[in-house]
Structures are given as structure tokens and as C-alpha cells.
């Protein structure tokens, strides 16, 4: 059974910044791709990174390039998400998801795996 455990979010200032963690169960992490996705409150799920293990790339959807960075470390069988120079429109629950390929999958629906999702909020 796939355990996907987010960690790490909170409440932060605007310009500040959040480690965020996806601790997977057993050997998740080595044959498959591990998918960041988002959803503020009223709007869809969207992408935000996704680390392949097709080629060990990183790919970022456009509008957190730069700002966010994902990373890992195999020997904790854990994902990160770094979030950096936080607006408040970055207020919103954040999940790692896995569709157990090595490919990455942009398509929420298509998705089997979730976390339970880690509350990301941002404000003055």
C-alpha cells in the first residue's frame, strides 16, 4: 500500500519562506515519479513540480519556476518542496501525489496515490 505524508506547512509572512515534506512508504521513491500538486480554497487542483525518475529531471510548471524548488534525499525516502518569496495567492493545501510510473503525470483525476495534503498559508 502507497503511504504518501506530507509535512512542513504553516503560517507565514508574505516574502518568506517554507520547507515543505513528502515521506513515502517503503521504495516509492526510487522507480517512480512524485508529483507536487496544490489547491487553494475554490479553485482546482493544479501542478506545481514533479520530480521524474524516468531521468531524474525536475520540472516545474511555469508560474513557480524560479520561486520553488523540489529536491530529494533517497536515504529518507523523502521529497521536498521548497517554497520561497510566498504571496499571499500561495495560500493553499499542497499534496504529493504518485501515479507509481516513472513519468510524470500533470492529471490530478488520472492520479491514484495522495498525501494528505499539508496547509500552506500566507498573510500579514
Known amino acids: 500500500q502507497v503511504q504518501l505524508v506530507e509535512s512542513g506547512g504553516g503560517l507565514v509572512q508574505p516574502g518568506g519562506s517554507l520547507r515543505l515534506s513528502c515521506t513515502a512508504s517503503?521504495?516509492?521513491?526510487?522507480?517512480?515519479?512524485i508529483m507536487w500538486f496544490r489547491q487553494a480554497p475554490g479553485k482546482e487542483r493544479e501542478g506545481v513540480a514533479c520530480?521524474?525518475?524516468?531521468?531524474?529531471?525536475?520540472q516545474y510548471k511555469d508560474p513557480f519556476r524560479g520561486r520553488f524548488t523540489m529536491s530529494r534525499d533517497k536515504a529518507k525516502n523523502t521529497m521536498y518542496l521548497e517554497l520561497k518569496n510566498l504571496r499571499p495567492d500561495d495560500t493553499a493545501v499542497y499534496y504529493c501525489?504518485?501515479?507509481?510510473?516513472?513519468?510524470?503525470?500533470?492529471?490530478?483525476?488520472?492520479?491514484?496515490?495522495w498525501g494528505q495534503g499539508t496547509q500552506v498559508t500566507v498573510s500579514s
Open positions: 501525489a504518485t501515479d507509481l510510473v516513472p513519468l510524470c503525470n500533470w492529471e490530478p483525476e488520472d492520479i491514484g496515490s
Open positions: 517503503g521504495y516509492i521513491l526510487d522507480s517512480n515519479a
Open positions: 520530480f521524474s525518475s524516468w531521468d531524474e529531471s525536475t
